[in-house]
């Protein structure tokens, strides 16, 4: 580490090398470790930064924040993922979640985007789901799903003679931010329903340190069998739903999320339609029914204007 | 010296933290308090319910701004998109001043979430102040800065911590947030004397004032904002007063939270302090 004139640490270095004290993983004990992953000495690092005193060392001076990070952390993201706890059992969780930070910190002001990589990370490192891979990414895709339509924006809902515009090609229009579609292979909705509540409220930002809430004894929950799901996580009235769909709906439903035009969609949800229900009559029945209940939970808008940045620039 | 530049000319009262176990008894027993202070990152979001609550809370209360993530002291810059969506919401609020911490929290883009304590040297400071200038340009209110509490302190600090905090202060013409249970804890974690702070602290630049209680343990304490306010403190807040005059104060309590008729009890202990007739005394005779 280089020094100025006057022997101090360049800013920038001397928070580089505390940073990697607070965010070296802790041992067994949760307690700072004396070496880092490489083999070099964490004490002597904390020793050429922080004074000691008042009866601490150097790295007990620091372990208070090393310690604080990761109990916050991991309870942040016990928190989000109460579903892929249970499925992969307390014990498990906790180490995965430390590989998981590891490979991916933060890099977001707020602690509710820390989940955002974790079915990411899962398919690179499925080893941590044993025989639940599939399923466990699936779990993590729809719990964070969840996180982020709790907050997402939603836009003024256009009501039943708009969308009939829309529909004659006199308006373009979007799904709402805060309605995300899925492809699953496994029921997740019906399991975590099964599993928990999964209202979600707002996280306070707090700075006490805390064990962490990882009881003994936990008990892994198994997962359900294989069932093609199509699903809707969103936002209604303020909570958080599930809405089960069929194909041709997710079809239509994901077409819009991707930005393609009504037509295109409609395409899309036709082609899904059994054979049986290939009448014009029953074609036209199918989308009146679709757009009826889509309406009424408020899932369309229209695109928002480009200034809605209230000209912050 | 209630109201100054430092807190927009704001003459609020004693006020409490707005948190979530909270919000049915507010909106609808409308309890009397002063003012409400908000976590900014909690309400920077792009809808849902937490900007349903801050809006029906703003229908009756006036709301400050308090942040925790702007990390004033990290050596890298401010991210844009954090303080557009910063903005925003000072504009939602419409926040008379905001705080944050004096504090860094993030290098290379990694975040800590956590309050990490500066090394108190001249490069920090310019550094520190140009960034809350910057902010407080870019956002167009006042920015009053919190000493936090703290568990390590650096070799290379060259000065005090009040030292520091006032030549932040003045380099970036700010105002204080003043914190006087982390004055106390870290008094106790580094042994100091928290009268000699609190002589220190440029008065006419402190905006508001933070009092919340703390854990004890063995051999140091913990800023856990999760019991009452202890007699130590309560005394220093006194002695500030004595200093500053009648100020803006608010209750920090932020775990293993109560319910809001405690909250506010505790918080309206502040008054004891506030109404009574203060001297407003010289910062010589402290």
């Not at chain 1, 990414?137 to 729809?142: G, L, N, P, R, S």
């Not at chain 2, 609020?12 to 933290?17: A, E, F, M, S, T």
């Not at chain 2, 909690?42 to 006036?62: A, C, F, Q, T, W």
């Amino acid at each position: 580490m280089s020094t100025n004139s006057s022997g101090e640490r360049p800013l920038r270095e001397l928070q580089q090398e505390f940073f990697r004290l607070v965010t070296a993983p802790l041992d067994a004990d949760d307690r700072s470790r004396s070496a880092f992953s490489d083999g070099s000495s964490a004490e002597k690092a904390a020793e050429l930064l922080v004074k000691p005193g008042g009866g601490f060392t150097s790295l007990q001076r620091t372990e208070l924040y090393n310690r604080q990070y990761w109990f916050r952390l991991i309870d942040s993201v016990a928190e989000d993922f109460p579903g892929l706890r249970s499925l992969m059992g307390a014990a498990s969780f906790y180490e995965m979640t430390i590989a998981y930070l590891k490979r991916y910190p933060s890099s977001s002001f707020s602690m509710r985007y820390l989940g955002r990589h974790l079915a990411q990370f899962l398919k690179e490192e499925p080893s941590w789901l044993g025989e639940d891979v599939e399923f466990g990414i699936e779990v993590a895709e729809i719990e964070y799903a969840q996180s982020a339509a709790f907050e997402a924006a939603s836009f003024p809902a256009l009501n039943p003679a708009q969308i009939v515009a829309v529909s004659l090609g006199e308006m373009t229009f979007m799904l709402q931010p805060c309605v995300f579609i899925f492809e699953l292979q496994y029921p997740v909705d019906e399991w975590l329903r099964s599993t928990r509540t999964f209202e979600r409220d707002a996280s306070e930002a707090s700075h006490s340190e805390e064990a962490c809430r990882f009881e003994e004894g936990h008990e892994r929950l198994a997962p359900p069998e294989k069932k093609p799901t199509w699903l809707a996580v969103h936002r209604h009235n303020l909570k958080i739903y599930f809405k089960a769909l069929d194909k041709p709906q997710f079809e239509v439903l994901s077409a819009l999320k991707r930005g393609e035009t009504l037509a295109e969609g409609l395409d899309r949800g036709i082609e899904a339609l059994p054979e049986e229900s290939l009448t014009p009559k029953l074609i036209t029945k199918a989308i009146q029914g679709w757009f009826a209940v889509w309406g009424e939970l408020s899932w369309f808008s229209k695109a928002p204007e480009r200034d809605s940045l209230n000209g912050i620039r | 010296m209630p109201a100054n530049r430092f807190n927009g000319f704001s003459d609020l009262g004693v006020g409490i933290g707005l948190r979530v176990p909270h919000y049915q008894h507010i909106l609808e027993n409308r309890p009397g308090v002063d003012w409400f202070e908000i976590i900014s990152e909690n309400y920077m979001v792009d809808g849902g319910r937490p900007l349903h609550i801050l809006d029906s809370i703003l229908e009756h209360y006036k709301v400050i701004q308090h942040g925790v993530g702007l990390y004033f002291g990290s050596s890298e810059p401010i991210p844009r998109d954090q303080l557009q969506k910063l903005k925003r919401l000072v504009q939602r609020t419409k926040t008379p001043f905001l705080s944050d911490h004096l504090c860094w929290g993030s290098v290379d883009g990694k975040v800590s979430h956590d309050l990490l304590p500066l090394p108190y040297t001249m490069e920090a400071a310019k550094h520190t102040a140009e960034k809350v200038k910057m902010a407080q340009e870019f956002l167009e209110v006042p920015i009053c800065v919190e000493n936090v509490s703290s568990y390590a302190e650096f070799k290379d600090s060259t000065m005090t911590e009040w030292e520091f905090l006032s030549e932040v202060v003045e380099r970036a013409d700010c105002g204080i947030l003043l914190d006087v249970n982390n004055i106390y804890v870290s008094s106790i974690n580094h042994r100091f004397d928290p009268f000699e702070y609190l002589k220190g602290v440029p008065a006419e630049r402190v905006g508001q004032i933070h009092i919340a209680g703390h854990s004890t343990y063995p051999a140091y304490l913990l800023d856990t904002h999760d019991h009452p306010v202890c007699d130590p403190v309560w005394a220093l807040y006194q002695q500030a007063l004595q200093k500053l005059g009648p100020t803006n104060t608010l209750l920090e309590w932020d775990d293993k939270i109560p319910s809001f008729d405690e909250v506010h009890r505790e918080a309206c202990k502040a008054w004891a302090f506030l109404g009574k007739k203060i001297d407003v005394v010289q910062e010589a005779t402290l």
